[in-house]
């Protein structure tokens, strides 16, 4: 009797702490209707997001509120993605019809056209930025070559660099400004480029690997591939999966090892569906979300729990602080925390 009560007691204890440590994600009221895959946190304040019809949003009380603007000239650009460096500066991406990169210096009252490319077919999918000034847009093949512009003025200006050649219905994914990485060279060298592609074929590129090297990932058609990419240290975690059967787990994530050579290897639990976007919180904790749901992992990416079936496109950590915010389609937005 004594000894029953005291496991029952241990184990609502049990319950209890176990409950605690679970993630808990809050809905934010962002006020608006558009699809948002677009979004920068530059610190636990400072919040900035993009969508379709030329929407643009900042927070400046760690999404308590959101101030949502169109940007007139452009109520029909899909704003995929956004670099915002402050309160102030900020640089959104459209990715066709036409193909622009807009920058503000004045918090988003107006923002001016930095980037144009009018070239039939070309479509902009995500940016990276290494820090305030070096950044890289890439776009789909052109002409069966990956499209690159590269800037290191903080985005007034950009070059472009049409590089390796692409297999025929090999291209990216605009779904979270997340397939992309510009981070300071491994060995010594300035800086490495590192992305990831889908579709009939889903690559990884690198320094290593400029012709790009197939991923163990489900791919072989337009809506499945390597959707994002993170890195950390000598380590990477790729998402992705097909997007047409979200809730299929099968392949759609891969961890990669930069000790020695770049190393592939699959997740023992992955994460449960097609996932859009990927971020680490530290050295072992991840993130991942996508159209059905939201998963973490304390692992370095090899096992994966669900945290949530809710559909999110896109999940960033502060740049500068440890909030995590999460958002998606229908202007949802969303705090990610773990007490
Ligand atoms: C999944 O990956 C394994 C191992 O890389 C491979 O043998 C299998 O054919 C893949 N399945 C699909 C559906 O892509
Ligand atoms: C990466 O590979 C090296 C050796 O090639 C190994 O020692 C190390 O444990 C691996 N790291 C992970 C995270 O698997």
Redesign the pocket.
């Given at each position: 009797m004594y000894v029953k009560q005291i496991l029952i007691i241990g184990l609502c204890f049990w319950i209890l702490v176990a409950k605690a440590q679970q993630p808990v994600i809050t809905q934010l009221d962002s006020s608006t209707k558009t699809s948002i895959r677009g979004l920068s946190v530059v610190n636990d304040k400072i919040v900035w997001c993009s969508g379709t019809n030329g929407m643009v949003a900042k927070s400046l009380d760690g999404g308590k509120t959101f101030k949502w603007k169109q940007v007139s000239g452009y109520e029909k650009g899909d704003f995929r993605d956004i670099e915002a460096f402050d309160k102030d500066k900020a640089i959104v991406m459209a990715i066709d019809e036409p193909a622009v990169i807009l920058k503000t210096v004045d918090g988003g009252i107006t923002w001016k056209k930095v980037f144009e490319d009018t070239t039939k077919g070309m479509f902009l999918d995500a940016m990276d930025f290494k820090n305030d000034k070096e950044g890289v847009v890439v776009g789909d093949p052109i002409d069966g070559k990956i499209f690159l512009a590269y800037t290191i003025d903080g985005g007034n200006t950009w070059t472009k660099k049409l590089t390796t050649k692409a297999e025929k219905g090999e291209a990216f994914f605009a779904a979270s400004g997340g397939n992309i990485k510009l981070k300071a060279g491994r060995k010594g060298q300035k800086n490495e480029l590192i992305y990831v592609t889908g579709g009939t074929k889903s690559k990884f590129y690198s320094d290593e690997f400029p012709e790009g090297k197939l991923l163990?990932?489900?791919?072989?058609k337009e809506s499945a591939g390597a959707n994002a990419i993170d890195i950390w240290g000598d380590k990477a975690v790729i998402v992705g999966g097909d997007f047409s059967s979200d809730t299929s787990s099968?392949?759609n994530s891969v961890l990669v090892n930069f000790t020695d050579k770049t190393a592939f290897s699959?997740p023992t639990t992955p994460p449960h569906g097609y996932r859009s976007s990927v971020v680490f919180i530290d050295k072992n904790t991840l993130i991942a979300c996508g159209t059905s749901g939201v998963d973490i992992s304390y692992d370095g990416g090899l096992n994966w729990q669900l945290v949530s079936k809710k559909s999110y496109h896109v999940v960033q950590k502060a740049k500068h602080g440890s909030r995590i915010f999460l958002a998606g389609s229908k202007g949802k937005i969303a705090v990610l925390s773990r007490n």
């Open positions: 163990p990932i489900v791919q072989g099968t392949n699959q």
